[in-house]
């Protein structure tokens, strides 16, 4: 069993940056593919990002590409996104997700990752 701990949301203005982190538990973080989702009210969740287990590869959703970047520190067992000139259209709960690392075939699907934390705000408004 892995367990996921997001932090680091809150409210910002647009052009502002965040950074959110995934804490692991129960397993090593480095045996899993990570990924973060978001979803927006009455919208359905919608991946924002990947990074295998190794951290060579990466994939980003095009609305995120060149503003958001993925990274992680198997060390800490942790994960971060970094988000910077935010939109409005970035307002959500964003999650982390972990999935096994064979399934990066289905790293952009909600159903492909085992393992999900409880989410952090994320707020842009003026």
């Known amino acids: 069993q892995v367990q996921l701990i997001e932090s680091g949301g809150g409210l910002v203005q647009p052009g502002g940056s965040l950074r959110l982190s995934c804490v692991g538990s129960?397993?090593?973080?480095?045996?899993?593919?990570m990924g973060w989702f978001r979803q927006a009210p009455g919208k359905e969740r919608e991946f924002v990002v990947s990074?295998?287990?190794?951290?060579?590869?990466?994939d980003y959703t095009d609305s995120v590409k060149g503003r958001f970047t993925i990274s992680r520190d198997n060390a800490k067992n942790t994960v971060y996104l970094q988000m910077n000139s935010l939109k409005f259209e970035d307002t959500a709960v964003y999650y982390c997700?972990?999935?096994?690392?064979?399934?990066?075939?289905?790293?952009?699907?909600?159903?492909?990752?085992?393992?999900w934390g409880q989410g952090t705000q994320v707020t842009v408004s003026s």
């Open positions: 129960g397993r090593t973080l480095g045996l899993y593919n």
């Open positions: 997700a972990a999935q096994t690392a064979t399934q990066w075939s289905s790293r952009r699907i909600v159903n492909g990752y085992n393992y």
């Open positions: 990074i295998n287990w190794s951290g060579g590869t990466t």
